[in-house]
């Protein structure tokens, strides 16, 4: 007969989501076994903790681990922090984090996501990517008993915050994390990390459960070779999302919930059948407090307007003062290679296809345009 | 194929909230507005909804309206959240389809916030109209509360275990044939909700066996009855065959026939509330590779 003692050492490890150590112990501990109940018990045991160790650790988009102590008998735990834009279901606990923390993960992801689109799709910003819509849960292992919520209740401090985070960013760039990587740092709105408490603890339970401490990402303020250190949160990315480039490339049109991107065609004008270039932009509204990273983003793209040596048309800016803040941008005014001209939709020739522009700027000297010219142009493929 | 007639082939594996099941008693449609109670007690609840669009005038503001279009339905309906209520989910008879993502969330508010939605209701023109729906509903929820009740009940049955053991090869009369319900298919999780379920009833069982009746207690094979979550069940432990055959417990000379149990890891359950229902004396006998047992018992 198996004894009380162990039957309640693996109902505690498995209630708390400890799947590899309740398995630990039906294997190194539990005797010969004779009864065909306790044959049977021992068995089931095995092959369900399996199951439900893999679902755990299945990776899901929005979702990362953290360790906590259960503080009545100082055991670990890896919970999940999952961050979701949906109603929950029954098996996502909420997750209560204070405004100043959720600011702080706000801060931390917008930060990164921006970085990442700026590296690698610089001719979209996303101004908007609808984390307001997001809040965070625990999901409740399957196979941990009804009693879940009492082992999560008592997780206080903010050693969560770097998870909370990955979460999040993995939600909004849309991917999941490679490995069951383990999480545990404080993170500030710089998007530094800082070490954490009961280090030890949280190690050994990384160790028991996952085998290999090197996936328990921590502040490099740690001074432990046994556990993956980083400085912040970019490098966390950087390390635990490989592929971003070409995930960012393939998925970016997807990405985020209102943004501004440009596309560059090749226009004909009527009059003379010159080549010229067509910046058209595309975006939703902008709000307010937008305009200045908006502004950035289109600084940060001036040098399209400048390589157009037979003239340039931009479309699709609004609201109207844009314009003039590109215009007056020094790579855009004192790079004019030829004319830079803004769209006129009001005088098209809809009838003959013909799209209307008003010249607005011109090189210095020597152009055969003159600010103010209205000149008419269409696409090649309707010629 | 009409998707009217594409869901009605199609019901889903398990009950979610936003699903509309047609009801045959009401003759109307009804959506799921929460499944809390669905697991243990069968239950789930739901709201009316109005049976056509004439309907959608008798809405408050706080109604939700069904856009055409966003559904099966051929024009828009209104889902009146005061008829909330409990259901029986064998009251759900035929899938008619599932409400889009943005309107279950309105049904969750409004199944939150019900008791607000409930107090704001002042004058309302709308239950003078649906009073004979209103009459209906309730027999659909009475139902659901007297089986919610008999769910939660304890049964208060205990087990005498002073009778004797005693094998023998009688074969019973057999006159009565039970088969559990099952629902026609599942998806990955629910399979994996069921390893959850069943992984904590056998943990329950060996917890309780102390308490257990038993009948055989061998190395290769263990029978016994045990209460487990308040309900009877017939255990198995076996490593010497993979199906117990020809269960059949009698009772006044009137004998139940379970279904064949499949052994899964080494072990099988067979719950006994439909068949052991009174106090007395009971015969309990079973097949296992041929060969027959047969046990006296008395629940007392």
């Given at each position: ?383 | ?189 629910s399979k994996k909700e069921k390893i959850e379920v069943a992984d904590n009833f056998w943990d329950l069982e060996l917890e309780n066996s102390s308490k257990a009746l038993e009948f055989i207690n061998s190395e290769k094979l263990v029978v016994r009855l045990n209460q487990i979550n308040d309900v009877l069940y017939l255990i198995f432990y076996t490593s010497l065959t993979k199906e117990i055959k020809n269960i059949v417990f009698t009772f006044n000379d009137n004998s139940s026939r379970s279904r064949n149990l499949t052994i899964n890891n080494k072990a099988a359950a067979t719950p006994l509330n439909e068949i052991i229902k009174g106090t007395g004396e009971y015969k309990l006998s079973f097949e296992i590779e041929y060969e027959k047992y047969s046990f006296d018992f008395e629940?007392?």
């Amino acid at each position: 007969m198996i004894s009380q003692d162990l039957l309640f050492q693996i109902k505690n490890n498995q209630d708390a989501g400890n799947f590899k150590s309740a398995h630990t112990i039906c294997e190194r501990k539990l005797p010969e076994l004779t009864d065909i109940s306790d044959i049977s018990f021992k068995e089931r045991k095995i092959k369900n903790l399996d199951i439900f160790y893999k679902d755990k650790y299945s990776n899901k988009i929005g979702e990362s681990f953290s360790p906590a102590v259960i503080n009545s008998n100082l055991m670990g735990m890896i919970f999940n922090i999952s961050a979701l834009d949906v109603l929950s279901q029954d098996s996502y606990i909420p997750f209560d984090i204070s405004k100043a923390n959720k600011k702080t993960i706000y801060t931390v992801v917008k930060n990164a996501l921006n970085h990442y689109v700026e590296k690698y799709a610089p001719h979209i910003f996303i101004y908007d990517w609808g984390m307001e819509n997001y809040n965070f849960y625990i999901r409740k292992p399957l196979g941990t008993g009804e009693d879940y919520n009492n082992y999560i209740k008592n997780i206080s401090g903010n050693s969560f915050l770097l998870s909370a985070c990955v979460s999040l960013f993995s939600a909004l760039i849309k991917k999941s994390i490679d490995k069951p990587h383990i999480f545990s740092a404080v993170v500030d709105n710089s998007s530094s990390l800082f070490a954490i408490d009961s280090f030890d603890i949280k190690k050994q339970i990384i160790i028991d459960e996952l085998k290999d401490a090197k996936l328990m990402v921590v502040s490099s303020k740690h001074d432990d070779k046994k556990v993956t250190k980083f400085n912040d949160f970019i490098e966390v990315c950087n390390h635990i999302l490989p592929n971003l480039e070409s995930h960012i490339k393939d998925q970016i049109l997807g990405l985020g919930k209102q943004k501004i991107s440009y596309s560059v065609t090749e226009v004909e004008l009527v009059d003379n059948n010159l080549k010229t270039t067509l910046v058209e932009y595309n975006h939703d509204a902008i709000p307010l407090r937008e305009i200045k990273e908006v502004n950035k983003y289109f600084f940060r793209n001036t040098d399209i307007f400048g390589k157009q040596i037979n003239g340039v048309i931009i479309s699709g800016i609004k609201p109207n003062y844009y314009l003039p803040t590109i215009c007056l941008h020094g790579n855009v005014k004192n790079g004019i290679v030829n004319f830079i001209a803004s769209r006129n939709t009001n005088d098209d020739i809809k009838e003959e296809n013909k799209k209307c522009a008003v010249v607005i700027g011109v090189k210095s000297s020597g152009g055969t345009y003159e600010v103010g010219d209205i000149i008419y142009y269409r696409s090649i493929k309707e010629k | 194929m009409n998707p009217f007639i594409e869901n009605m082939l199609n019901p889903p594996p398990k009950f979610q909230v936003g699903q509309i099941w047609w009801n045959y008693e009401l003759k109307r449609e009804l959506v799921i507005s929460d499944t809390k109670l669905l697991k243990e007690e069968k239950v789930v609840r739901t709201m009316l909804i109005g049976s056509s669009s004439l309907y959608n005038d008798l809405a408050e503001e706080y109604d939700i309206k069904i856009p055409k279009g966003d559904t099966s339905f051929p024009s828009e309906r209104t889902i009146f959240i005061l008829t909330s209520g409990p259901t029986y989910f064998n009251q759900l008879n035929v899938f008619v389809g599932i409400l889009p993502q943005y309107l279950i969330k309105k049904i969750i508010n409004a199944e939150k916030n019900y008791l607000q939605f409930f107090n704001l209701q002042k004058n309302s023109q709308q239950s003078y109209y649906l009073r004979h729906e209103y009459e209906k509903l309730f027999n659909v929820r009475m139902n659901a509360i007297n089986i919610y009740e008999t769910a939660k009940r304890t049964l208060i049955f205990t087990l005498d275990q002073s009778k004797e053991i005693v094998k023998n090869r009688s074969t019973p009369m057999v006159n009565d044939h039970t088969e559990p319900y099952r629902i026609a298919a599942d998806d990955n999780d629910s399979k994996k909700e069921k390893i959850e379920v069943a992984d904590n009833f056998w943990d329950l069982e060996l917890e309780n066996s102390s308490k257990a009746l038993e009948f055989i207690n061998s190395e290769k094979l263990v029978v016994r009855l045990n209460q487990i979550n308040d309900v009877l069940y017939l255990i198995f432990y076996t490593s010497l065959t993979k199906e117990i055959k020809n269960i059949v417990f009698t009772f006044n000379d009137n004998s139940s026939r379970s279904r064949n149990l499949t052994i899964n890891n080494k072990a099988a359950a067979t719950p006994l509330n439909e068949i052991i229902k009174g106090t007395g004396e009971y015969k309990l006998s079973f097949e296992i590779e041929y060969e027959k047992y047969s046990f006296d018992f008395e629940i007392k």
